[in-house]
Structures are given as structure tokens and as C-alpha cells.
């Protein structure tokens, strides 16, 4: 499970970003700036850029890929390397943008994912940006919640916590004195959210059935929502889900 279903309502806007951010590749800082851009379009994750002055421009390769964006323009890549270690096409811009598209020709972007660590001031980010649009709220409920998996409840409580994110279906938690954990098999795969921290996810078996990845535990969530550490969520869109007796629709996401 990755959270990256949506952005924010705030579509295509490029704007001043307050934080100071850095980026590390094979143990060197290779932008370091507090003068960011933040990039925010509908349908992409929030992506930092920083000015060029505020990048090791030796450190970047000129590469010969290109791409084409209707709102951005022709994309440009390098190459990143530091000593001998290379990540491919790991950085670009956008030059001449039609019309009213965002001016990135003075800034560089990098892929997060091929970079080895980003901090935003000096606490390191997973995943993404964090959307300064996004919120995340934990809340303590008295709804009566059930999942059921092949006709089977998994997990029934009176005292689940709900989490409503900014752009995502609500989740519900629920106790592990709630929830069947004989039936919860927990995998070698986790996921990492940058508002929620890093989740353990863990499987449904039925009988001879085993459904993967249907839910998940925070074991070290961070401090904004620490309420969840420990609880059960689940994938309303892979279950049967019963909020005061009425099965509630599979919301479509990306996970559906």
C-alpha cells in the first residue's frame, strides 16, 4: 500500500515553498536550498525544485532523453553521478511552456525515489513531498464497524479510530482485540506514507484462501498521527465494510 491516490483540489500551481529541503546521493548533498519550488498537478505527487544556483550542477551529466509535457514543455534530463555511482536520467527541467504553464526552466527537479535520502528542514521525508494542502486527521469514533472477507467478520469493534486524509477514502482502525488476528498473516511487505510513517501489511486467510495485502499496521507511525500505532486498518476497497449495520460502497482508487 502506497498513499499516492490523489493530490489536492489546489491543481497545477507552482508555487514558493517555505521549507528548507535537501537531497543526498551517495553520501553527498547535492541540492541544498531554501528558496524551493513546490510543483503541484492533478494526478502527480507533489514534486520539489530547486534553483539551479542551489544544485551541484557538476555533478549532473547531460543525458539524451527528452520528454514532452502539454502544460510543462520539452523536458530535459542528466544523469546524476558522484564518484562512481550513476542514477540515470535522476534529474530534469521543463523549458517553453505553452500558454500559462509553470516556468521551470531555472530549476531542477530530481527523481526521489533514484536519491538516497531528502529532508525537509531536518526531519528526512519518505516517499514525496508532503502536499502543504494535504491534511491528515485521527478521531476517536463510537460507529459501529465490521469487516467481513468471504462472508467471514475479520474484525468488528464499537471503539474504531478513523483517519480522514486529504483526497482519500476514510480508514477505519480498529484494536488488534478487535480484529481476527489468528486469521491475519503478516507479509515481508511494508509501505511507507510521508504523513503516516512506515505500515507492516498482512494478509487474509479463509480457509484454503489466502488475500493479500488486504490490511496493515503502523507499528512506528509518526507523531502527527501516533493515535494509530499499533491498530488495524483495512482496504475498503478489497472487503466487505459494515459502518452501523449498512455495507458501505467500495470506494475506486488506485488499490481497487
Not at 60 to 76: F, M
Not at 93 to 98: G, S
Not at 112 to 121: T, V, Y
Not at 136 to 150: A, E, G, P, Y
Amino acid at each position: 500500500m502506497t498513499d499516492t491516490f490523489t493530490i489536492s483540489p489546489h491543481s497545477k500551481e507552482f508555487e514558493r515553498s517555505p521549507r528548507w529541503v535537501r537531497v543526498y546521493f551517495n553520501s553527498q548533498l547535492i541540492g541544498d536550498s531554501k528558496k524551493m519550488m513546490l510543483l503541484r498537478e492533478t494526478d502527480h505527487l507533489p514534486l520539489y525544485y530547486f534553483p539551479k544556483k542551489d544544485v551541484r550542477m557538476d555533478c549532473l551529466q547531460p543525458s539524451d532523453h527528452t520528454t514532452h509535457s502539454d502544460r510543462k514543455g520539452e523536458g530535459v534530463f542528466w544523469h546524476v553521478q558522484v564518484g562512481d555511482k550513476i542514477a540515470n536520467n535522476a534529474a530534469f527541467t521543463f523549458r517553453n511552456p505553452p500558454g500559462n504553464g509553470p516556468k521551470l526552466e531555472d530549476f531542477v527537479a530530481f527523481a526521489w525515489e533514484k536519491m538516497d535520502a531528502w529532508f525537509e528542514e531536518d526531519e528526512e521525508v519518505f516517499v514525496y513531498a508532503r502536499d502543504p494542502y494535504k491534511r491528515v486527521d485521527v478521531l476517536q469514533s463510537s460507529r459501529h464497524i465490521k469487516v467481513v472477507v468471504d462472508g467471514i467478520a475479520v474484525g468488528e469493534t464499537n471503539r474504531p479510530w478513523l483517519l480522514f486524509e486529504t483526497g482519500l477514502p476514510t480508514r477505519y482502525y480498529m484494536p488488534k482485540h478487535d480484529a481476527r488476528m489468528d486469521l491475519l498473516e503478516r507479509s515481508d511487505a511494508v509501505s511507507r506514507c510521508p504523513y503516516k510513517g512506515e505500515a507492516n501489511l498482512y494478509s487474509i486467510k479463509i480457509g484454503d484462501t489466502l488475500h493479500e495485502g488486504l490490511a496493515w499496521i503502523y507499528r512506528y507511525p509518526t507523531v502527527e498521527c501516533a493515535k494509530i500505532q499499533g491498530l488495524v486498518g483495512f482496504f475498503n476497497e478489497k472487503l466487505d465494510m459494515y459502518e452501523d449495520g449498512t455495507l458501505l460502497p467500495r470506494p475506486k482508487t488506485i488499490w481497487s
